[in-house]
């Protein structure tokens, strides 16, 4: 999954973009979940 952040308890992983912010959201390894 790359560097993906994942919540310890929702098992969601952290997601970001410029339009829709930083939140929770399904892991999907897309590139808005790939953090360094």
């Known amino acids: 999954m ?3 952040l994942r919540h310890s ?3 969601m992983c952290l997601d970001g ?3 829709a912010g930083v ?3 399904t892991c ?5 979940q ?3």
């Open 2 to 4: 790359g560097n993906a």
């Open 9 to 11: 308890q929702s098992g």
């Open 17 to 19: 973009s410029i339009s």
């Open 23 to 25: 939140r929770l959201n």
């Open 28 to 32: 999907n390894q897309s590139v808005h």
């Open 34 to 36: 790939n953090w360094l």
